[in-house]
């Protein structure tokens, strides 16, 4: 038995409640991963885990050994990146998600950068607006925008999104300009709804101007889940769009969309970069999260303290 793979074994069925779960993300068979976690529990001569039909818990004997393994496996880590010039060259794979119109717009024109400077770190890159299970799918961390609502996840307060309402030429010669947020209530108004991962709904806007605050949802016939379809449904005249600023202002220079309501505010939104709990921050990780918080204060700066 191999007592690091056995570790790791062990570790990814803690943090995945399933064998099955545990063997996809090591990439290895439910059997090896069985196996390694019995052969284990014989050395160790205690039992790690309760098994039943349906799920696996940790013991009180399994729950104080993975807090002890998983300090172990980080500095294993950190051990091997520090040989050599690792020290200054973190390596390894990194498995991270991002929101689409941010890895187009802002990551990968930036990318080239962050590949000369770190050369060895592997990024194995997810782009979506969907919500994803760190634990199990075993991903390093996630950007996100909005308020996180998963309080068990560790998070930093990255950036503040600049927001603005516009429409496409095309939609406002159809429906006529808005002159006030509240005629998108009327029903010949449309906006195209965003429905948000966490919700799966379109939820309303904020705006205020001169002491006046408004809520304003509106009504659609689109909804769709992906910052880059909402963006291009906008450009086809489907409706009013809210949208950050950086996605907005290319296409607002060239006349492709217009600005509305601006003398109007909307709360700016969060970006966050987002990990698991209870796991050591590895170099390559840590790297990469200042990396993002650099990216962001150049693009986007935190406009006021959220926490950590």
Request: proline letters at 6%; hydrophobic letters at 45%; aromatic letters at 8%.
């Amino acid at each position: 038995m191999d007592r690091f793979d056995a570790m790791k074994a062990f570790a990814r069925v803690v943090e995945t409640g399933s064998f099955t779960k545990a063997a996809d993300t090591l990439h290895v068979s439910k059997t090896s991963v069985t196996q390694l976690v019995q052969q284990l529990e014989a050395r160790l001569r205690v039992r790690l885990l309760n098994r039943t039909t349906r799920k696996v818990n940790v013991t009180a004997d399994g729950a104080a050994y993975y807090e002890r393994v998983i300090r172990l496996l980080a500095d294993l880590d950190d051990a091997e990146t520090s040989l050599s010039s690792a020290s200054a060259l973190p390596r390894g794979r990194l498995r991270v998600d991002v929101p689409s119109p941010f890895a187009r717009l802002i990551l990968m024109p930036a990318l080239p950068a962050f590949h000369a400077r770190y050369p060895d770190i592997q990024l194995d890159m997810g782009v979506s607006d969907r919500t994803v299970d760190l634990i199990g799918e075993n991903v390093d961390c996630v950007v996100r925008g909005g308020e996180l609502t998963d309080q068990s996840l560790m998070a930093r307060h990255v950036g503040d999104l600049q927001l603005g309402v516009y429409a496409a030429p095309s939609y406002l010669e159809r429906a006529g300009t808005p002159s006030h947020p509240r005629d998108l209530q009327d029903t010949h108004h449309r906006i195209v709804g965003f429905l948000w991962a966490r919700t799966g709904k379109v939820f309303p806007y904020a705006m205020h101007c001169d002491g006046e605050r408004i809520n304003v949802l509106g009504r659609y016939v689109l909804s769709v889940d992906d910052g880059n379809a909402y963006l291009a449904a906008g450009l086809a005249g489907m409706g009013v769009l809210w949208l950050p600023n950086y996605m907005a202002k290319d296409h607002a220079a060239r006349g492709e969309l217009i600005p509305l309501f601006e003398n109007w505010q909307l709360d700016p939104m969060p970006m966050y970069i987002a990990f698991p709990p209870n796991r050591h921050v590895s170099t390559k990780l840590r790297v990469f999260i200042e990396w993002i918080a650099e990216l962001m204060a150049d693009q986007a700066p935190v406009l006021g303290r959220r926490g950590t």
